[in-house]
């Protein structure tokens, strides 16, 4: 059965001395009826990577009828961690706006009543953003999403707490909302146990073995498969090297996460979620700002998006694709920002800290919060090098082998439908959102 696969693993990690640690992989198959997976709802799917991505992926496939086993290494500086995240049924792409529409109804099948807060969402523009606006409106007359032009008078009238330049339009969205990303995932793990899903954890993979399909794990586990899903994040290369498969042009960055207290030294209900929209600025310092969670960390979340260096680091699994120019990347990402002014008055070989350029904007803008955050983490995003979309598909190299990462900071919200359709291309699946084909990972092989 399941459980005592997981049971095996438990006791190997407890004591590589016993003798069942010396369990050998026909053992171990055996317990999982390996000799049958004939038939499909047979197969073992194994998903490397236990964040949204992951989670959600063996959720869609447990609630199947599949046999599905994820492992995760437990460390907690990754992709998935903190505490909220923006959900915002408005995007500059057609498939991303069916892709958001997809992920909705899944998050409800969730539970999303309980982890799902609704804020609206107000994306602020200028004259440099103008084109992002005309995308934004094109997509949510597509799918025939509501929303309401704003001048700048009525964007101080909806936010009194904001104070926006001279010029600055807006677009409101009632389809805004702040999740709490830690229940979210906690949610859908329970829906994935239910299901049948299995999790070890706090366990790194050290080889992946194609031809006899099995991974071997740092406690000695042993574990069979038949489809592959690694949803890994700043990790994806590492573990396609371990695989002995192509790497991928993608580069982890860290990014700079800040919350700030009100100036009369309160948490931020001010400012919380039920007294004000979400905040994203398209252009200028390319900032996003979530209301304040009640009962969750003290003060209201606002940093920038997409400008953290990058993140090279062998040792702890954060792999570069070979012959990337780690100077010039961020260099040519900094001329990108430069041309939206997100590193205004600085030389293009100098890049301001993103804390500085989050508290200047809180003080010309939030007037109410103390510029000074209160409390600030790192987190990492992966992103394509050509910043093309994700890599949503099965590797170029094996078929059995399925990529779903490097979402650039964009996943979150999307992961339950981004899971779905991983679980969909291990198992052979036909999609439920078209034009995701386009994220097909052969096209970042090195």
Same mark, same amino acid.
């Not at 398209?282 to 009962?295: R, V």
């Not at 699994?317 to 997100?342: C, H, Q, T, W």
């Not at 070989?349 to 804390?355: D, I, K, L, R, V």
């Given at each position: 059965?399941?459980?005592?696969?997981?049971?095996?693993?438990?006791?190997k990690?407890?004591?590589?001395?016993l003798l069942?640690?010396?369990?050998?992989?026909?053992?171990?198959a055996?317990?999982?009826?390996?000799?049958?997976?004939?038939?499909?709802?047979?197969? /073992?799917?194994?998903?490397?990577?236990?964040?949204?991505?992951?989670?959600?992926?063996a959720?869609?496939l447990?609630?199947?009828?599949?046999?599905?086993?994820?492992?995760d290494?437990?460390?907690?500086?990754?992709?998935?961690?903190?505490e $909220?995240?923006?959900?915002?049924?408005?995007?500059?792409?057609?498939?991303l706006?069916?892709?958001?529409?997809?992920?909705?109804?899944?998050?409800?099948?969730?539970?999303?009543?309980?982890?799902?807060?609704?804020?609206?969402?107000?994306?602020?523009?200028?004259d440099?953003?103008k084109s992002?606006?005309?995308?934004i409106r094109?997509?949510?007359?597509?799918?025939?999403?509501?929303?309401?032009?704003?001048?700048?008078?009525?964007? #101080?009238?909806?936010?009194?707490?904001?104070?926006?330049?001279k010029g600055?339009?807006?677009?409101?969205?009632?389809?805004g909302w702040?999740?709490?990303?830690?229940?979210?995932?906690?949610?859908?793990?329970?829906?994935?146990?239910?299901?049948?899903a299995e999790?070890?954890?706090?366990?790194?993979?050290?080889?992946?073995?194609?031809?006899?399909?099995?991974?071997?794990?740092?406690?000695?586990?042993?574990i069979p498969f038949?489809?592959l899903?690694?949803?890994?994040?700043?990790?994806?290369?590492?573990?396609l090297?371990?695989?002995?498969?192509?790497?991928?042009?993608?580069?982890?960055?860290?990014?700079?996460q800040?919350?700030?207290?009100?100036?009369d030294?309160?948490?931020?209900?001010?400012?919380?979620?039920?007294?004000?929209?979400s905040?994203?600025?398209?252009?200028?310092n390319?900032?996003?700002?979530?209301?304040?969670?009640?009962?969750g960390?003290?003060?209201v979340?606002? $940093?920038?998006?997409?400008?953290?260096?990058?993140?090279?680091?062998?040792?702890?699994?954060?792999?570069?694709?070979?012959?990337?120019?780690?100077?010039k990347?961020?260099?040519?990402?900094?001329?990108?920002f430069?041309e939206?002014?997100?590193?205004?008055?600085?030389?293009?070989?100098?890049?301001?800290?993103?804390?500085?350029?989050?508290?200047?904007?809180?003080?010309?803008?939030?007037?109410?919060?103390n510029?000074?955050?209160?409390?600030?983490?790192?987190?990492?995003?992966?992103?394509?090098v #050509?910043?093309?979309g994700?890599?949503?598909? #099965?590797?170029?190299?094996?078929?059995?082998? /399925?990529?779903?990462?490097?979402?650039?900071?964009e996943?979150?919200?999307?992961?339950?439908?981004?899971g779905?359709?991983?679980?969909?291309?291990?198992?052979?699946?036909?999609q439920?959102?078209?034009?995701?084909?386009r994220?097909?990972p052969?096209?970042?092989?090195?």
């Amino acid at each position: 059965s399941y459980s005592f696969c997981t049971l095996l693993h438990t006791i190997k990690k407890m004591s590589k001395r016993l003798l069942l640690s010396g369990v050998t992989v026909i053992g171990v198959a055996s317990c999982w009826g390996y000799s049958t997976y004939r038939m499909k709802k047979s197969e /073992v799917v194994v998903v490397v990577g236990g964040g949204a991505m992951g989670t959600a992926a063996a959720w869609s496939l447990s609630k199947r009828g599949y046999r599905c086993l994820l492992v995760d290494d437990g460390n907690p500086f990754k992709s998935s961690w903190g505490e $909220s995240r923006l959900v915002r049924d408005t995007q500059t792409d057609p498939t991303l706006q069916l892709l958001i529409g997809r992920a909705l109804a899944l998050w409800k099948e969730a539970g999303s009543d309980e982890f799902l807060h609704q804020t609206s969402v107000v994306t602020l523009l200028d004259d440099k953003s103008k084109s992002d606006g005309d995308a934004i409106r094109t997509c949510s007359d597509l799918v025939g999403t509501a929303y309401k032009n704003l001048s700048t008078n009525e964007i #101080k009238e909806m936010i009194p707490q904001l104070r926006v330049p001279k010029g600055t339009t807006g677009i409101h969205h009632e389809g805004g909302w702040v999740i709490d990303a830690r229940l979210a995932i906690q949610r859908m793990r329970e829906a994935a146990e239910t299901g049948g899903a299995e999790f070890i954890e706090n366990d790194k993979v050290t080889a992946i073995n194609r031809n006899n399909k099995t991974i071997q794990l740092e406690s000695g586990t042993t574990i069979p498969f038949d489809k592959l899903i690694l949803c890994c994040g700043p990790k994806t290369n590492d573990i396609l090297q371990r695989a002995n498969l192509s790497l991928m042009n993608i580069v982890p960055t860290a990014e700079q996460q800040n919350y700030f207290l009100e100036k009369d030294g309160g948490s931020g209900n001010g400012h919380a979620v039920g007294n004000m929209p979400s905040v994203i600025t398209m252009s200028g310092n390319q900032i996003y700002m979530l209301p304040h969670l009640k009962d969750g960390v003290a003060g209201v979340k606002i $940093s920038q998006h997409q400008i953290g260096p990058v993140v090279s680091n062998p040792e702890e699994g954060y792999l570069l694709p070979p012959g990337l120019d780690v100077e010039k990347y961020n260099s040519d990402m900094r001329i990108k920002f430069a041309e939206k002014g997100i590193v205004d008055g600085l030389p293009l070989g100098q890049a301001e800290p993103s804390t500085s350029v989050v508290r200047r904007w809180v003080a010309d803008s939030l007037p109410g919060l103390n510029p000074n955050p209160h409390y600030t983490y790192r987190c990492l995003y992966t992103s394509s090098v #050509k910043g093309d979309g994700p890599l949503l598909g #099965k590797h170029p190299d094996d078929p059995n082998v /399925v990529i779903c990462a490097a979402f650039a900071g964009e996943g979150f919200k999307f992961s339950p439908a981004y899971g779905e359709a991983a679980a969909n291309y291990a198992i052979g699946e036909d999609q439920v959102v078209d034009g995701i084909q386009r994220f097909d990972p052969a096209r970042l092989a090195v």
